[in-house]
């Protein structure tokens, strides 16, 4: 009993010292924290002193001149553009199919790369089996001819005799209701051949477009039956290049920026950055992806043979445009509790100083930002070391 009490009370020590190692820890890091904030505090300070310092100490003979990068303001046009990935599509992509169903390849008239008009030959199929009854239903045809042939000899025979008082009613009738008979079987054996031919002449694969053979994947000997076996990869498709478009998904958020004729541009990343300019939105879709949260757009290429099927496309869309806009680069754009200001450098008494100007922005694009007030044309916008600057210091200018 004695041995289980010594056993229960290491165990409960080492419970107790446990826990008190980790309240220490917690501690300490505690103090840790605090000591770091009033350290980030008192530097915010200190730095704060210094700027008030420099202003205000007169016992300074001269400033010393801080040595910074200017530009001058402008004004121009500014446009602002929604981003988008896209890619160039086809309108008319045909992928050819079998019209009434598989067939064995005997021969191919087409490779990959070539052009093809409308209407020209690209497969042929076995026929064998649809030939013979092709030839079979014409043999048909031509026996039920020459039975009407007959039959009508014999009712016009029988009409004769019966005008001449000749035969009976009956047989006239007979022979009639025979010529009748075999004329519907005429017209459906007729048919019959049609419907044959029709499928006789289906074992030839003809192009239904004008273009160029994109997939050819297909040889003698083969099942052609529009896809490749397993895969949706067509067996032949054919592309139509004259008509291209290009495709993008617009987030829903700029669906009150966006409609058709919406001007975009349209680079080409993989061409040169080929450009296409003014490119109008040509369709819009009306409904929002339930998945993607976005809605497709397409626009028109112009047909130069350039552009190809698939291609990465860059698609800026412009839904601002300001005549005569200031813009500043951003980075010279800073933040305070007034809200966003510029330093830029003026003459005063016959040196360059800083002057912090609070402004009005607008719309911001690349590494411009526009602003509404607060600057004119013409002003030295410091860009390079504003961050260094007070309002009223010395500047040296090193002009962009």
């Known amino acids: 009993m004695q041995k289980i009490t010594r056993i229960l009370f290491v165990a409960a020590t080492i419970t107790l010292a446990s826990c008190g190692a980790k ?71 045909s992928i050819i199919t079998p019209r009434l169903g598989p067939g064995q390849v005997k021969a191919v008239y087409v490779k990959k790369g070539d052009y093809v008009k409308k209407g020209q030959l690209l497969l042929k199929l076995d026929d064998a089996l649809i030939r013979q009854q092709v030839t079979a239903t014409k043999q048909g045809l031509e026996t039920i001819k020459t039975q009407l042939a007959y039959a009508k000899d014999i009712y016009n025979r029988q009409n004769n005799l019966w005008k001449q008082g000749i035969g009976t009613e009956v047989q006239l009738l007979s022979a009639k209701t025979n010529v009748d008979g075999l004329e519907k079987q005429l017209k459906a054996a007729e048919e019959n051949v049609k419907t044959v031919q029709e499928q006789a002449n289906a074992s030839n694969v003809y192009s239904d477009v004008d273009g160029v053979a994109d997939e050819v994947n297909i040889r003698v000997g083969e099942t052609f039956t529009g896809n490749v076996a397993g895969t949706n990869t067509p067996q032949i498709q054919i592309v139509n290049t004259s008509t291209l478009k290009v495709t993008a998904e617009v987030p829903e958020n700029f669906a009150g920026k966006v409609s058709n004729g919406s001007k975009m541009m349209i680079v080409l990343p993989d061409l040169n950055n080929k450009t296409y300019n003014n490119v109008a939105v040509s369709f819009s879709s009306k409904t929002i992806n339930a998945l993607s949260r976005s809605f497709t757009i397409e626009g028109k290429l112009p047909a130069d043979g350039v552009a190809r099927p698939n291609q990465i496309a860059q698609v800026k869309i412009q839904d601002y445009f300001a005549k005569n806009a200031i813009t500043v680069p951003v980075n010279a754009v800073g933040t305070d509790d007034k809200g966003k200001f510029v330093y830029v450098a003026v003459k005063e008494g016959g040196k360059l100083v800083a002057r912090k100007k609070q402004i009005v922005v607008g719309e911001l694009y690349g590494q411009n930002i526009e602003v509404k007030s607060g600057v004119t044309a013409g002003e030295q916008l410091i860009t390079d070391g504003y961050q260094n600057v007070y309002d009223g210091q010395s500047l040296k200018a090193d002009t962009k």
């Open 23 to 93: 309240d220490e820890l917690t501690q300490k890091k505690a103090e840790l924290e605090k000591l770091k904030a009033e350290q980030a505090k008192t530097a915010d300070k200190i730095k704060g002193l210094e700027k008030d310092i420099a202003k205000l100490d007169t016992t300074k003979k001269e400033d010393i001149a801080k040595l910074v990068g200017v530009m001058p303001i402008t004004a121009s046009d500014f446009t602002h553009y929604i981003d988008l990935q896209g890619k160039v599509d086809a309108d008319n992509i």
